[in-house]
């Protein structure tokens, strides 16, 4: 295994813990998956309920509590350089896409319209680009 795919399985893992413990009297209208790779390391999953959430970087003011430390990633991302940080984001993509096809967003309490995204922090990737939100990305 490599460092993506052994990162993926704890993420998963976090993912599903966090949908499973989320009250159901918050529906959920933006679900950031956010990562850092390059300084400290860190995956979150920011569940936002405001009524107009969306990708909007609010994430990465809410990591206490939302959030959970990747240590090997600053590592990994000094040894590859951006390819790790480009196939770390379309890992969590892939992903959050076999989560939602398997059923595993449906016990979440949603808003209409309820969308997911990949951002990480730096800026180095983002999914879905801003005119292809709404499609391949609906929670």
């Known amino acids: 295994m490599n460092d993506v795919s052994n990162s993926l399985a704890v993420i ?3 993912i599903l813990k966090r949908i499973a413990e989320h009250p159901s009297d918050q529906p959920v209208k933006f679900m950031a998956l956010g990562y850092e790779a390059c300084q400290g390391g860190l995956f979150c999953l920011f569940l936002d309920t405001r009524p107009d959430a969306g990708p909007d970087g609010t994430w ?3 990591l206490e509590g939302n959030s959970i430390d990747m240590p090997g990633w600053p590592d990994c991302a000094d040894r ?3 390819d790790f940080v ?3 984001g379309e890992g969590i993509k892939a992903l959050a896409i ?3 096809e398997g059923g595993a967003f449906k016990q979440l309490a949603k808003q209409d319209g309820c969308e ?3 951002e990480e922090m730096e800026g180095n990737y983002g999914w879905p680009r801003w ?3 709404g499609n391949e990305n609906l929670a």
């Open 86 to 88: 480009i196939q770390l």
């Open 131 to 133: 005119e292809e939100r």
């Open 80 to 82: 590859l350089g951006d």
């Open 116 to 118: 997911f995204g990949v």
């Open 12 to 14: 998963k893992e976090y």
């Open 60 to 62: 990465t003011v809410r």
């Open 98 to 100: 076999q989560l939602r």
